[in-house]
């Protein structure tokens, strides 16, 4: 039985042919191209076969999930939507972790954790119920001005919930929690601008975009439009991804805060009933593997 639930059976008295070095080559050959983010089985022919020969052939598709494996690559889905989706464990070189990503991106380390915001209000914006991220066929739309309001919302709410307990609603810029983190973010401007008017880098929109421009480049969303500082759908590949996060602390309490979905990329809050806090380790490693 394959991971999609068909039964595939050997009839009685007959041996699977054993593999061949060519056929350990196309397994490989089937990695790397699971590893290209904007690769997709409908354009690529070649593609396209060991795909169906992953899904048809145990043999082979454990020799590819072997490979996969000694890279430190989990296998999230093999299928003609979104090919061999593919999420780096912790350990493996392909993960992206916050620190280096935020230095790829030229931001000051201190950003690290903005830049993990970022990234976790588009994820939860794109699929704000979990109907729609078990959903195969859904697909989210989100902008970046979207995830900014919805960000900065959940930070008031934070705030909101820290005076109900009396906590300290101030904390240090460097401090690791989550909440810290999204109080940080309110300090800092949503748009700001330069001499010639371009969005700074440094400001709230400006790591967003730095946000969803990698996730473009990755293959996990499509620019639609410049609307609202930019406008997005997912594709299958990123639904894939989000949903092998969707149990992480950070996510959790984010989606805790109550989120009223919506289909436009524009986001609301409503109170939420659980106030459990989570961190947000510093070095979390983000769930997509380095672009090509």
């Known amino acids: 039985m394959n991971e999609y ?13 054993a593999l061949t070095p060519g056929d350990a080559a196309d397994a490989a050959r089937l990695v790397g191209m699971g590893l ?4 997709l089985p409908a354009r690529d022919v070649e593609y396209a076969d060991l795909i169906r020969r992953h899904r048809e052939d145990p043999a082979f598709a454990r020799i590819a999930d072997a490979v996969a494996a ?13 090919g061999m989706a593919l999420a780096a464990a912790e350990d493996s070189v392909f993960a992206v972790r916050m620190g280096d990503y935020a230095r790829r991106a030229a931001s000051d380390a201190g950003d690290r954790f903005l830049h993990g915001l970022a990234h976790l209000g588009t994820a939860a914006l794109a699929f704000p119920r979990p109907e729609d991220l078990a959903d195969d066929g859904y697909i989210g739309r989100i902008t970046v001005h979207g995830v900014d309001a919805f960000v900065r919302q959940a930070c008031r709410r934070l705030e909101e919930r820290a005076d109900e307990t009396g906590e300290n609603t101030d904390p240090a810029s460097d401090a690791p929690g989550l909440e810290a983190a999204w109080r940080v973010y309110t300090r800092r401007s949503a748009t700001g601008a330069t001499k010639d008017a371009r969005r700074l880098a ?15 480049d990755s293959g996990f969303l499509q620019r639609t439009g410049d609307e609202s500082g930019g406008t997005y759908r997912t594709t299958a590949r990123y639904q894939l991804q989000v949903r092998d996060m969707a149990g992480s602390a950070a996510m959790a309490e984010l989606l805790d805060l109550g989120i009223v979905p919506v289909g436009d990329g524009s986001a609301s809050l409503v109170p939420a009933a659980s106030d459990d806090g989570h961190d947000l380790a510093a070095d979390a490693g983000l769930p997509f593997h380095t672009p090509s």
């Open 70 to 82: 000694g890279l430190g690559l989990i296998v999230l889905e093999v299928s003609p939507r979104a």
């Open 36 to 39: 290209q983010p904007k690769l």
């Open 202 to 216: 440094s400001s709230t929109t400006g790591i967003i975009g730095k946000a969803v421009a990698f996730l473009v």
């Open 5 to 17: 639930g068909d039964v595939v059976e050997e009839k009685p008295g007959e041996t699977a042919p």
